[in-house]
């Protein structure tokens, strides 16, 4: 949420800096600006829109901007609307100190209303701007000193970066709850709240640990605490390649993603399954001893991870014989769960970053649980923080809809309650065989759905003026159904219902009239029946119901529907999650006829690192 970017090196900040916020934009797009330094002076270039549009500002100045230093920012807007003052780059008094920042100071009126008593003049409506007046009022000490004073006086979650037009040559980062990433070029560096920013340009980063300041010049980079101790945090390469982060050819990174799942399945699976068809997943931590010491899983996540989360409950339910509860991380911690060291706490997020799925896990460290993080970001927070990490290895999600993170949390999840389930003996791994080949098979299917696409664009064209939708389904097809909705709700702005089926009877289907287009997700062969029954009654009512349910036992004549998309017949928790890539597809293809940016969504963001 909010992107920000540093350079410091030989070339023109100017190209570094547009670039990296242009791969950054997926974190927030309703704005950006940047500053750039050169000769003691700072030039700012502020916009409302997309980074196209600052390109286009940057490239209408009368004067080029010849500095080798800076910093810019891609906004999601919350404290104050998506305007000019209170786009990124804040300045202080003096425009002596340019800061950007992603995150929220939560004590933010207090201290503008102490720097206002003060003689600071504001002018925005933003919380960042505290941090520049704050610095200025600190005097003469040194930037990466008053950037650690910003981090101890300000509460919440604060990634910055800092010039000063009397520190040539240097950007100063702040880290406290937000991420930050510092890319090692040879000549030159970078700072980033992610590794996209400067991906092209260097794979050599370290990421900056919490709590830290980070002096970053052209030939060095300094890490200390808040209170000046020194540390060396440790460099890493990046594994994804270049190409990973690009459109390879396809109109949208949305719709790569979509073609990428078999592919990213994979990866995830690569080397987490034994000759003998046995789950590998000891290296995570989750042993013998730990999977027999847990008497309940608590599942903590938000968005699409949450619906993998209420996906994976009948997996490690079935499989691994433990009680699960699914909570959406914004609320676990104010019901007041009862956990103790015997629960498992598995945080889900693509991320590693949600503010709402961080909270959570905090949560439940502090109570003692053990905690498992399932995410696709190396060095995440959420990774940093848990005792166990399941990696999903998808590749960069660079379209803020999830789609290929989505179906790979599913297939670890799905690998972890069946290792869970040996590990707990409550499975034999001759038991687990069948499952575990379904798992395999699952990157095969995926190509197979994926033939389903201009079947799904038929139908996106045939509907495009439909406003209202809902998504049925029981058990696991259940979740398949609400994350089918919430593609289609963030991707078309369409009204779509995400529902239990068995529920509509008891209020829901009063809104069920002709007009209304009912997905049914029927993969679960106990449950087709009723499911069955289900969407007869929202076609004895006038919707236009299509039904998604396997290739076994599909008479066309016994399926109360409209229309029928095939799925692959499957073993047991994989159906539904096969059913989810024609939703996926179809919200695709009714959001581009519609003319809408499917990368960037209105108002959404890809990382929401506040709550
Ligand atoms: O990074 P996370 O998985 O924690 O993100 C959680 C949600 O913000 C995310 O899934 C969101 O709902 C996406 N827009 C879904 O497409």
Redesign the pocket.
């Known amino acids: 949420m909010c992107g920000i970017v540093g350079y410091v090196g030989p070339r023109p900040a100017q190209d570094l800096l547009l670039g990296g916020l242009a791969r950054l934009e997926y974190r927030g797009y309703d704005s950006a600006g940047l500053v750039i330094g050169e000769n003691g002076v700072l030039r700012s270039v502020r916009r409302v829109g997309k980074i196209a549009d600052l390109m286009e500002a940057v490239a209408r100045e009368p004067e080029s901007f010849p500095g080798s230093y800076g910093v810019g920012h891609t906004r999601w807007a919350t404290h104050g609307p998506p305007t000019v003052p209170n786009a990124h780059p804040h300045f202080d008094c003096a425009q002596e100190i340019a800061v950007v920042h992603n995150g929220i100071i939560e004590n933010w009126v207090e201290l503008k209303t102490w720097l206002e008593e003060r003689g600071h003049g504001f002018s925005s409506d933003t919380d960042t701007e505290v941090a520049a007046h704050l610095i200025e009022e600190l005097g003469p000490v040194s930037l990466a000193e008053a950037v650690a004073e910003v981090l101890r006086r300000c509460e919440g979650a604060l990634a910055m970066a800092v010039v000063r037009r009397s520190d040539p040559g240097l950007v100063v980062g702040g880290r406290k709850g937000s991420p930050l990433v510092i890319g090692r070029g040879s000549g030159e560096n970078f700072l980033a709240s992610d590794i996209p920013a400067f991906m092209a340009h260097t794979r050599r980063m370290m990421i900056v640990p919490e709590e830290r300041v980070v002096e970053v010049r052209s030939d060095s980079v300094r890490v200390t605490d808040l209170f000046g101790e020194e540390s060396e945090p440790e460099e890493r390469e990046v594994e994804w390649d270049v190409e990973a982060a690009e459109k390879g050819g396809y109109p949208t990174f949305m719709l790569k993603e979509i073609h990428e799942q078999p592919q990213a399945v994979a990866a995830t699976l690569l080397g987490r399954i034994g000759a003998g068809g046995e789950p590998l997943l000891e290296e995570t931590g989750l042993t013998g001893p730990v999977a027999k010491g847990i008497d309940k899983v608590f599942v903590v ?5 949450y619906h993998a989360g209420m996906m994976a409950k009948y997996a490690l339910e079935r499989w691994a014989k433990v009680p699960v509860e699914v909570d959406l991380s914004s609320e676990f911690r104010y019901r007041d769960p009862v956990l103790d060291e015997r629960s498992l706490v598995i945080g ?4 590693g ?2 503010a709402d ?1 961080l909270g959570a896990v905090r949560f439940a460290l502090d109570q003692g649980a053990r905690v498992a993080a399932v995410t696709n970001v190396v060095g995440s927070s959420l990774a940093r923080e848990a005792h166990m990490v399941f990696q999903t290895r998808a590749g960069p999600e660079i379209g ?3 789609s290929k ?1 989505f179906i790979t949390q599913m297939a670890l999840l799905q690998l972890m309650g069946l290792h869970m389930a040996i590990e707990r003996g409550v499975m034999t791994p001759a038991e687990a065989a069948g499952p575990v080949k379904a798992l395999r098979s699952l990157p095969d299917r995926l190509e197979e759905v994926l033939g389903l696409s201009d079947r799904m664009l038929e139908l996106a064209e045939g509907w495009r003026d439909v406003r209202d939708f809902f998504f049925l389904g029981r058990s696991v097809d259940y979740p398949a159904a609400l994350e089918g909705a ?2 289609l709700k ?1 991707l078309s702005y369409v009204r779509a219902e995400g529902y239990a089926a068995g529920e509509m009877k008891h209020g829901p289907i009063a809104l069920i009239e002709p007009g209304v287009v009912v997905f049914g997700v029927a993969t679960d062969r106990r449950l087709r029946q009723k499911m069955f029954s289900n969407l007869s009654e929202m076609k004895a009512r006038g919707g236009t119901v299509v039904t998604l349910v396997g290739s076994e036992d599909r008479t066309e004549a016994a399926i109360p529907s409209d229309l029928v998309i095939p799925l692959p017949e499957d073993a047991d928790l994989i159906g539904a999650v096969l059913a989810v890539v024609p939703l996926q597809l179809f919200s695709y293809h009714l959001a581009t006829i519609k003319g809408l940016d499917v990368d960037q969504p209105r108002n ?1 963001a890809k ?2 690192t506040v709550e």
Do not use: D, N, Y
């Open positions: 996540a938000c968005g699409t991870s889900i997020s693509q991320s970053e949600t799925t803020v809809a999830a993170t919430l593609k963030e959404l990382t929401v």
